[in-house]
Nanobody
Framework: EVQLVESGGGLVQPGGSLRLSCAVS????????IGWFRQAPGKGREGVAA????????YYADSVKGRFTISRDNAKNTVYLQMNSLKPEDTAMYYC???????????????????WGQGTQVAVSS
């Protein structure tokens, strides 16, 4: 059974940091791309970052470039999203998702991802 489990969310003040984790099981880790998405209340789900777990390609949304870093630990079958300099507009439910394909054009499309986690809440507020 394919499972993606997010953790690490919470409440943080503006300018603070959080590290989200996405633990993956049920499929060969290095053969998939993992993306991080977020959804704020009343808004659509948007791509934040994505990584090909086999190495190489990494993509970021313009809104998080220079503040967020996606990384992987193949030994732990886990993908991380380090979020620094957090802003109130980063408040959202954050999801990780798995795809068998990754490209610079389609990485942020929800429809490209086959499997999804349940999400972890991030709130940025003073």
């Amino acid at each position: 059974e394919v499972q993606l489990v997010e953790s690490g969310g919470g409440l943080v003040q503006p300018g603070g940091s959080l590290r989200l984790s996405c633990a993956v099981s049920g499929f060969p880790f290095s053969t998939y791309a993992i993306g991080w998405f977020r959804q704020a209340p009343g808004k659509g789900r948007e791509g934040v970052a994505a990584i090909w777990t086999g190495g190489g390609s990494i993509y970021y949304a313009d809104s998080v470039k220079g503040r967020f870093t996606i990384s992987r630990d193949n030994a732990k079958n886990t993908v991380y999203l380090q979020m620094n300099s957090l802003k109130p507009e980063d408040t959202a439910m954050y999801y990780c998702a798995a795809s068998t394909f990754l490209s610079g054009v389609s990485w942020s499309r929800v429809s490209m991802y086959n499997y999804w986690g349940q999400g972890t809440q991030v709130a940025v507020s003073s």
